[in-house]
Protein backbone atom coordinates (compact mmCIF):
# COMPACT_ATOMS: atom_id res chain seq x y z
CA UNK A 1 0.00 0.00 0.00
CA UNK A 2 1.20 3.37 -1.01
CA UNK A 3 1.01 5.96 2.42
CA UNK A 4 2.57 9.38 2.54
CA UNK A 5 3.27 10.58 6.45
CA UNK A 6 3.69 13.74 7.29
CA UNK A 7 4.41 13.98 10.62
CA UNK A 8 4.30 17.57 11.54
CA UNK A 9 0.67 19.22 12.19
CA UNK A 10 1.83 22.56 12.62
CA UNK A 11 5.04 24.41 12.89
CA UNK A 12 5.37 27.88 13.66
CA UNK A 13 8.95 30.22 13.10
CA UNK A 14 10.14 33.61 13.59
CA UNK A 15 10.80 35.37 9.95
CA UNK A 16 14.45 34.40 8.82
CA UNK A 17 14.90 31.39 10.51
CA UNK A 18 15.25 28.62 8.56
CA UNK A 19 12.53 25.25 8.68
CA UNK A 20 12.56 21.83 7.38
CA UNK A 21 9.49 20.03 6.86
CA UNK A 22 9.36 16.09 6.64
CA UNK A 23 7.87 13.72 4.21
CA UNK A 24 8.34 10.25 4.63
CA UNK A 25 6.73 7.81 2.13
CA UNK A 26 5.47 3.84 2.27
CA UNK A 27 5.46 1.96 -1.63
CA UNK A 28 6.15 -0.89 -3.37
CA UNK A 29 6.70 0.31 -6.78
CA UNK A 30 10.50 1.17 -7.84
CA UNK A 31 9.49 3.45 -10.21
CA UNK A 32 7.24 6.42 -8.24
CA UNK A 33 7.41 10.16 -8.50
CA UNK A 34 6.87 12.59 -5.22
CA UNK A 35 6.09 16.15 -4.91
CA UNK A 36 5.83 19.41 -2.74
CA UNK A 37 2.62 21.43 -2.95
CA UNK A 38 1.92 24.41 -1.17
CA UNK A 39 -1.72 25.45 -0.29
CA UNK A 40 -2.28 28.98 1.02
CA UNK A 41 -5.14 30.68 2.54
CA UNK A 42 -7.06 31.21 -0.68
CA UNK A 43 -6.91 27.02 -1.33
CA UNK A 44 -5.67 26.44 -4.38
CA UNK A 45 -2.66 24.08 -4.70
CA UNK A 46 0.71 25.41 -5.96
CA UNK A 47 3.19 22.99 -7.69
CA UNK A 48 6.88 23.44 -5.97
CA UNK A 49 8.40 20.03 -7.09
CA UNK A 50 8.30 16.81 -8.49
CA UNK A 51 11.18 14.24 -8.31
CA UNK A 52 11.41 11.01 -9.84
CA UNK A 53 12.58 7.69 -8.02
CA UNK A 54 15.70 7.36 -9.94
CA UNK A 55 16.92 10.71 -9.13
CA UNK A 56 18.45 11.60 -5.67
CA UNK A 57 20.14 14.83 -6.51
CA UNK A 58 18.97 17.35 -3.64
CA UNK A 59 17.50 20.29 -5.73
CA UNK A 60 17.52 23.77 -4.89
CA UNK A 61 15.17 26.34 -6.22
CA UNK A 62 15.99 29.93 -4.38
CA UNK A 63 14.85 29.58 -1.00
CA UNK A 64 14.07 26.67 -1.23
CA UNK A 65 15.71 22.83 -0.98
CA UNK A 66 14.33 19.13 -0.97
CA UNK A 67 16.16 16.33 0.38
CA UNK A 68 14.93 13.00 -1.24
CA UNK A 69 16.94 9.72 0.54
CA UNK A 70 15.45 6.31 -0.60
CA UNK A 71 17.66 5.11 2.11
CA UNK A 72 15.14 6.41 4.52
CA UNK A 73 12.15 6.85 2.30
CA UNK A 74 12.36 10.32 2.80
CA UNK A 75 11.67 13.57 0.71
CA UNK A 76 12.00 16.94 2.78
CA UNK A 77 11.95 20.08 2.35
CA UNK A 78 13.72 23.08 3.92
CA UNK A 79 12.85 27.07 3.68
CA UNK A 80 16.19 28.68 4.20
CA UNK A 81 15.33 32.58 5.59
CA UNK A 82 11.69 32.18 5.61
CA UNK A 83 9.17 34.82 5.18
CA UNK A 84 6.00 35.71 6.54
CA UNK A 85 4.74 34.99 2.59
CA UNK A 86 5.89 31.15 3.12
CA UNK A 87 2.93 30.77 5.56
CA UNK A 88 0.87 27.86 4.32
CA UNK A 89 0.11 24.48 4.16
CA UNK A 90 2.72 22.22 2.38
CA UNK A 91 1.51 19.00 1.19
CA UNK A 92 4.07 15.86 -0.11
CA UNK A 93 2.61 13.66 -2.38
CA UNK A 94 3.57 10.75 -4.24
CA UNK A 95 2.88 9.14 -7.08
CA UNK A 96 3.61 5.39 -8.55
CA UNK A 97 4.28 5.13 -12.33
CA UNK A 98 2.37 2.94 -14.59
CA UNK A 99 -0.72 2.56 -16.16
CA UNK A 100 -1.44 6.19 -16.33
CA UNK A 101 -1.16 6.94 -13.45
CA UNK A 102 0.34 10.27 -13.67
CA UNK A 103 -3.17 11.59 -11.89
CA UNK A 104 -3.30 9.80 -9.09
CA UNK A 105 -1.40 11.66 -6.04
CA UNK A 106 -1.71 9.95 -2.53
CA UNK A 107 -1.05 12.99 0.00
CA UNK A 108 0.02 13.33 3.11
CA UNK A 109 -1.87 15.52 5.73
CA UNK A 110 0.13 18.44 5.30
CA UNK A 111 1.98 20.51 7.49
CA UNK A 112 0.57 24.27 8.37
CA UNK A 113 3.75 25.96 8.73
CA UNK A 114 3.23 30.17 10.05
CA UNK A 115 6.03 32.10 9.78
CA UNK A 116 5.40 35.16 11.86
CA UNK A 117 7.70 38.67 11.34
CA UNK B 1 -1.37 30.83 -13.32
CA UNK B 2 -1.89 27.21 -13.98
CA UNK B 3 -4.99 28.15 -16.15
CA UNK B 4 -7.29 26.11 -14.55
CA UNK B 5 -10.58 27.21 -13.71
CA UNK B 6 -13.42 25.90 -11.47
CA UNK B 7 -16.90 26.66 -10.87
CA UNK B 8 -18.77 27.57 -8.96
CA UNK B 9 -16.48 29.05 -5.99
CA UNK B 10 -18.85 28.20 -3.19
CA UNK B 11 -22.13 26.38 -2.82
CA UNK B 12 -24.57 25.11 -0.22
CA UNK B 13 -26.77 22.09 -0.43
CA UNK B 14 -28.78 20.08 1.88
CA UNK B 15 -28.81 16.57 2.83
CA UNK B 16 -30.18 14.28 -0.66
CA UNK B 17 -29.80 16.57 -3.11
CA UNK B 18 -27.64 16.25 -5.69
CA UNK B 19 -25.05 18.71 -6.92
CA UNK B 20 -22.85 19.28 -10.40
CA UNK B 21 -18.92 20.86 -10.26
CA UNK B 22 -17.45 22.04 -13.04
CA UNK B 23 -13.65 22.25 -14.31
CA UNK B 24 -11.86 23.37 -17.24
CA UNK B 25 -8.66 23.68 -18.44
CA UNK B 26 -7.16 27.11 -20.18
CA UNK B 27 -5.68 24.88 -22.86
CA UNK B 28 -6.50 21.28 -24.38
CA UNK B 29 -5.69 18.30 -21.48
CA UNK B 30 -6.56 15.28 -22.48
CA UNK B 31 -6.53 13.67 -18.42
CA UNK B 32 -8.00 15.44 -15.62
CA UNK B 33 -8.36 14.42 -12.32
CA UNK B 34 -10.91 15.27 -9.42
CA UNK B 35 -9.92 15.34 -5.44
CA UNK B 36 -11.44 15.98 -2.24
CA UNK B 37 -10.10 17.15 0.55
CA UNK B 38 -11.97 17.71 4.08
CA UNK B 39 -11.06 20.45 6.41
CA UNK B 40 -7.21 19.81 7.98
CA UNK B 41 -7.16 16.59 5.69
CA UNK B 42 -4.62 16.04 2.34
CA UNK B 43 -6.78 15.83 -0.85
CA UNK B 44 -8.09 12.62 -1.87
CA UNK B 45 -8.25 10.98 -5.26
CA UNK B 46 -11.97 10.50 -6.54
CA UNK B 47 -11.31 9.46 -10.17
CA UNK B 48 -9.47 10.44 -13.40
CA UNK B 49 -10.75 10.92 -16.76
CA UNK B 50 -9.03 10.00 -19.87
CA UNK B 51 -10.19 10.87 -23.28
CA UNK B 52 -13.83 11.13 -22.08
CA UNK B 53 -13.33 7.63 -20.29
CA UNK B 54 -13.16 7.03 -16.49
CA UNK B 55 -8.92 5.58 -16.32
CA UNK B 56 -9.10 5.26 -12.63
CA UNK B 57 -10.97 5.95 -9.58
CA UNK B 58 -10.76 5.75 -5.99
CA UNK B 59 -12.35 4.62 -2.60
CA UNK B 60 -15.21 6.68 -3.38
CA UNK B 61 -18.91 5.47 -3.49
CA UNK B 62 -21.06 5.44 -6.88
CA UNK B 63 -22.62 8.79 -5.78
CA UNK B 64 -19.66 10.31 -6.88
CA UNK B 65 -19.65 10.27 -10.98
CA UNK B 66 -17.90 12.52 -13.27
CA UNK B 67 -17.71 13.68 -17.37
CA UNK B 68 -15.15 14.66 -19.42
CA UNK B 69 -15.97 16.35 -22.60
CA UNK B 70 -14.55 16.90 -26.00
CA UNK B 71 -13.39 20.28 -25.81
CA UNK B 72 -11.69 19.08 -22.06
CA UNK B 73 -14.03 20.51 -19.52
CA UNK B 74 -15.22 18.39 -16.58
CA UNK B 75 -17.85 17.97 -13.90
CA UNK B 76 -18.23 16.16 -11.14
CA UNK B 77 -21.69 14.90 -10.01
CA UNK B 78 -22.30 13.79 -6.36
CA UNK B 79 -25.60 12.29 -5.58
CA UNK B 80 -27.53 12.04 -2.42
CA UNK B 81 -25.37 14.11 -0.56
CA UNK B 82 -24.56 13.43 2.94
CA UNK B 83 -22.92 15.83 5.30
CA UNK B 84 -19.80 14.20 5.04
CA UNK B 85 -19.59 15.54 1.55
CA UNK B 86 -18.80 18.74 2.51
CA UNK B 87 -15.31 19.51 1.32
CA UNK B 88 -13.30 21.34 -1.11
CA UNK B 89 -13.55 19.80 -4.46
CA UNK B 90 -9.97 20.22 -6.65
CA UNK B 91 -9.88 18.93 -10.17
CA UNK B 92 -5.95 18.91 -11.62
CA UNK B 93 -4.98 18.37 -15.20
CA UNK B 94 -0.80 17.36 -16.05
CA UNK B 95 1.61 20.09 -17.29
CA UNK B 96 2.81 20.39 -21.18
CA UNK B 97 5.66 17.62 -20.18
CA UNK B 98 3.47 15.46 -17.72
CA UNK B 99 5.65 16.23 -14.86
CA UNK B 100 3.62 18.38 -12.92
CA UNK B 101 -0.31 18.37 -11.78
CA UNK B 102 -1.87 21.77 -11.89
CA UNK B 103 -5.13 21.92 -9.51
CA UNK B 104 -7.74 24.35 -10.29
CA UNK B 105 -8.68 27.33 -7.05
CA UNK B 106 -11.51 24.23 -6.01
CA UNK B 107 -15.00 24.01 -5.13
CA UNK B 108 -15.85 24.59 -1.80
CA UNK B 109 -19.41 22.53 -0.86
CA UNK B 110 -21.01 22.66 2.30
CA UNK B 111 -24.20 19.92 2.85
CA UNK B 112 -26.48 21.02 5.37
Known amino acids: AQKVTQAQTEISVVEKEDVTLDCVYE???????LFWYKQPPSGELVFLIR??????QNEISGRYSWNFQKSTSSFNFTITASQVVDSAVYFC??????????????FGKGTKLSVKP | DAGVTQSPTHLIKTRGQQVTLRCSPK?????VSWYQQALGQGPQFIFQ???????QRGNFPDRFSGHQFPNYSSELNVNALLLGDSALYLC???????????FGPGTRLTVL
Open chain 2, 27 to 31: SGHDT
Open chain 2, 92 to 102: SFPGPSYNEQF
Open chain 1, 93 to 106: ALSEAGGGSQGNLI
Open chain 2, 49 to 55: YYEEEER
Open chain 1, 51 to 56: RNSFDE
Open chain 1, 27 to 33: TRDTTYY
